[in-house]
């Protein structure tokens, strides 16, 4: 029995199920999304952290996923916020790939995110797309 057979581990699915610069969106509580970007896979809490929305319909490109609300940007590796109105990061969590599946393990010890104010060094709009692409990415 492989490890990630038992809990904690979740499997998300095949790797093949998804597909690059897209998202698989997990119904737990709280959801979160499973990333794929550059080949390697991500997983984060689903919503953005500036409103309820998900992130599972954002745009992802380059390691990064911004949501189609207010494009809030976020990177997959870290979960930090790249671009306002977001001031908090994304709680991530563990992706392991098993042969062809994709197994995520979600810990929690209370709000893995960190309050406060916006650092001046997000507040950039370098790297924003307008509206018009806003609805991409995500199937």
């Known amino acids: 029995m492989s490890e990630y057979t038992r809990k904690p581990w979740i499997r998300v699915g ?5 597909p690059e610069d897209q998202a698989l969106r997990l119904d737990t509580t709280p959801p979160v999304s499973v990333f794929r970007s550059d080949g390697e896979f991500f997983c984060v809490d689903d919503t953005c ?10 745009w992802v490109e380059d390691g990064a996923v911004e949501c189609p609300l207010h494009l809030a940007k976020f990177c997959l590796r870290t979960g930090a916020a790249l671009a306002t109105p977001a ?8 992706v ?12 929690r010890g209370g709000d893995d995110r960190v309050d406060g104010h ?3 060094a997000i507040g950039s709009n370098a790297g924003r ?3 018009e692409g806003a609805g991409h990415g995500m199937a």
């Open 49 to 58: 952290t500036h409103e309820d929305f998900s992130l599972a319909d954002g």
């Open 129 to 131: 797309r307008d509206a």
């Open 118 to 120: 916006c650092p001046g």
């Open 96 to 107: 392991r790939v098993d042969g062809a599946d994709v197994y995520v393990r979600i810990e």
């Open 14 to 18: 095949r790797i093949d199920e998804i």
């Open 87 to 94: 001031c908090r990061p994304l709680a991530t969590h563990e």
